[in-house]
């Protein structure tokens, strides 16, 4: 079972140069969250979808843009990279509990680590 | 501002300790608090707590939640080295009362968890 799958595993980029990371799911989730993990920092989030064609913002979404392709994908784009962007990312989905209204515990993908120079 | 803050933030111990990882949270429309464990990729699930005092078990490991006092503890008893990691808390809440709003995660800054053979 491949869960789910982020592309590349890893990246290096100039500052300014545009890049867009890829995640798809197989679980049918309609929730798809994108995360970054700094040392120290735990993971926080940058951009959720609660479902196909819906998307918002974390608490750390400058200088980024997501695009919600379908059910399965959710794809994070970065316009112009900042060193400040040098981190690992995570792709999450999950499923919300419907008579309950609570949210399924998040699937993670195994991260995209990427390196602004 | 929403909050979750773990402690200690590092850990060594030696195999066959017990040990205690502590978080506490300040959220607006608590829903659950989820424990990860982290290794070398992805977090993968450990515990959702929902209810206050019912201590959820898996194996050496156990999680109980206090929503009077904004806290829950994960516990690993007989600590083998394949214990070690990063232990994430993290607490989903919603940005309003109503029910049908959905959720997001909040993670704390993880606990690294050293075990020494």
């Known amino acids: 079972n491949a869960g789910v799958t982020q592309t590349p595993k890893f990246q290096v980029l100039k500052t300014g140069q545009s890049m867009t990371l890829q995640c798809a799911q197989d679980?049918?989730?309609?929730?798809m969250y994108w995360y970054r993990q700094d040392p120290g920092m735990g993971l926080r989030l940058i951009y959720y979808s609660a479902s196909e064609g819906t998307t918002d913002k974390g608490e750390v979404p400058n200088g980024y843009n997501v695009s919600r392709l379908n059910k399965r994908e959710f794809s994070l784009r970065l316009e112009s990279a900042a060193p400040s962007q040098t981190s690992v990312y995570f792709c999450?989905?999950?499923?919300?509990?419907?008579?309950?209204?609570?949210?399924?515990?998040?699937?993670f993908g195994d991260g995209t680590r990427l390196s602004i120079l | 501002e929403d909050k979750v803050v773990q402690s200690p933030l590092s850990l060594v111990v030696h195999e066959g300790d017990t040990v205690t990882l502590n978080c506490s949270y300040e959220v607006t429309n608590f829903r659950s608090l989820l424990w990860y464990k982290q290794e070398k990729k992805a977090p993968t699930f450990l515990f959702m707590l929902t209810s206050s005092g019912i201590e959820k078990k898996s194996g050496r490991l156990s999680s109980i939640l206090d929503k009077k006092e904004l806290f829950s503890i994960l516990n690993i008893t007989a600590t083998q080295t394949g214990d070690s990691a990063i232990y994430l808390c993290a607490v989903d809440h919603a940005p309003s009362a109503g029910g049908t709003s959905y959720g997001k995660l909040t993670f704390g800054q993880g606990t690294i968890l050293t075990v020494h053979p």
């Open positions: 999450a989905s999950s499923d919300r509990d419907r008579v309950f209204l609570v949210n399924q515990p998040q699937h």
């Open positions: 679980m049918n989730h309609n929730s």
